[in-house]
């Protein structure tokens, strides 16, 4: 007849409970609440008033909501000398709220009213942080300064992890939290979500942890095309933001334009980033089987001036499948770079520890085209001094040992290979044979959690197997889309770095989405069991 939730706290291994309210100040609460829709029990002939009156005898209520006036006001004088708090929820702002037959809109305009009979509001999150029409975020609304100064507690409700959230969250529902707890304006005393362990987390381990809060995680941060979750990958604005955002090693897979000139871009492929379809070149399109299947205008196709009348384009991976796109505002933002470019960017970047340079279809490029790539990056490292510098520190990644092979002088770099397919184990001879060529390894997070129809099954034990020889292991690719994730997560990109840091023991994650992982690794307060790393 009613519905109660309990907020059952226990992070990690929690089911998905429907609803649960969290409150800030307790560590551990446990807080009932009760939500009720009086004119719908009364045309049934019940009163919720008599049946609320009787619970509380025997049940301790923390608080009771409605949207409506009329049962709040019935039950506050016998609730009055009671701890049981009176939450009035407000409806979209156009319903009618029935006992006063004023919308729920103009009531939040009457805040003293409600304080005559409630001690705290619930709002719909958009009321305190609106949308535009594109899921932009606007300027935030005074309501919940308002409340407070006439004394009233406001909890946001509506929180879901797995549905579109507004862009200015890239994805990432524990920076929705922060928003409403820590702007550095005003925050919020509670919020109703369908994944609690979300807000637990933002409010126990992120909030107001400054941006130099020390390191708790041993996590290398390695970006995947710059921050290419927020702009195009591999553009200026990829890497600038990928180095505020808390970078350890930015990353560029090199390609080689028709005329020698080695540039960063996520795929040979123009197709992928960048608008070439739409351009003059568009005729150019080709199918070269030794390097993907299907047709593509190719790096080595055009010159590096004629790739710069293109326009960059963001790479939405979950668009195809989910229709979730990335930041559609600055979907062609930003400029391309070459090699030069980026090595001189990243070594004024103080915060960077490294640099990735990603090399692959050298073979090709050298037999087909005449362009040897790896000569190309070696000249290029020097050329900008990296060779004789030991930070940032160069590593220098392929799936093709050869490669790896080809670019080993005097031990200056660090060689990473990359397992291009997924993995169950690896074998002894198989790990030595790696030893002998690279001094780190990256796998893809199948091979370290191995799924089935997005559940995880099991965990294998590559990544202590490729450490027991001293090889550290990379784990890619880290995205904030939750579809991106395995339901085990929770629709939450920290549960599912968390997971691997603690039970995989990763050495680092190669990411799209770099500030999420960089959070991570900052978070503090040891004492609750979910922000330990221990
Ligand atoms: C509620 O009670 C009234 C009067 O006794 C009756 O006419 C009506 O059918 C009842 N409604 C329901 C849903 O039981
Ligand atoms: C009041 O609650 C008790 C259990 O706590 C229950 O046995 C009783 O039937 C209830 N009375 C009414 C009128 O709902
Ligand atoms: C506030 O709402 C109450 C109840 O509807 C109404 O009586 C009162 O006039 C309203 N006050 C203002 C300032 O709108
Ligand atoms: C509620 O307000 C509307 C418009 O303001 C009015 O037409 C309607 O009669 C009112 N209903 C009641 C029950 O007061
Ligand atoms: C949200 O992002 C848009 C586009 O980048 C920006 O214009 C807007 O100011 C942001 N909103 C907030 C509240 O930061
Ligand atoms: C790796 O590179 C070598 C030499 O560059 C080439 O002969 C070989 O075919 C490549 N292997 C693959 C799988 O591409
Ligand atoms: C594989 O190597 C590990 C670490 O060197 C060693 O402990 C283990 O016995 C080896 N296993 C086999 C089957 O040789």
Known sequence: MFSAWFDTFSPFFNNRAIISLFLFRIINPSALMLLQHDAFYTQHNLSMRNFVLNVSKSVIVDYISSP??????????????????????????????????QSYGSLLRNLTFIKKFASGIIVPKSYIWPVDSSYYLLPSTSVVSDA????????????VNDAQLS????????AEYLNFIDNGDFSVDGVISDFPITPSEAIDCFAHLGRNASKQADLLIITKNGASG?????????????????????????????????????SINLFDSTNVVQSSFSNLATTIPEIQAGTGIFTFTLTWSEIQTLKPSISSPQAKDYNLFR????????????????LATAKNAISLSGVLISIENAAYLAKEQGLSVTDAVLSALSKAGYDKLTTPKVMIQSSNSSVLKKVNIAGTYELVYRVDESIRDALNATVE?????AHSVVVDMSSVFPTDINFITGSTDVVTKLQSFKLPVYVETFSNEFTSQPWDF???????INTFYMESGLNGVVTDFPKTSARYRRKLRPTVPFCSMD
């Open 490 to 496: 929770f629709s939450d990109a920290t549960v599912q």
């Open 433 to 437: 044979d790696i030893k002998s060529f």
């Open 167 to 174: 862009f200015n969250y890239s994805y990432d529902p524990v």
């Open 148 to 159: 407070h100064k006439v004394g009233l507690e406001v909890f946001a409700s509506d929180f």
């Open 327 to 342: 930041n559609p505002n600055l979907k062609n933002a930003g400029k391309f770079v070459t090699l030069s470019d980026f």
């Open 230 to 266: 927020d702009y195009p990958g591999c553009t200026d604005l990829a890497y600038s933001k990928a180095i505020v955002d808390g970078a350890d090693v930015i990353d560029c897979p090199v390609q080689m334009t028709k005329d020698g000139i080695p540039i960063c871009l996520q």
């Open 68 to 101: 409506e006036v009329g049962f709040l006001r019935s039950i506050s004088a016998p609730f009055a000398s009671s701890k049981t708090k009176l939450v009035f929820r407000f409806m979209q702002q156009d319903n009618i709220e029935p006992s006063t037959n």
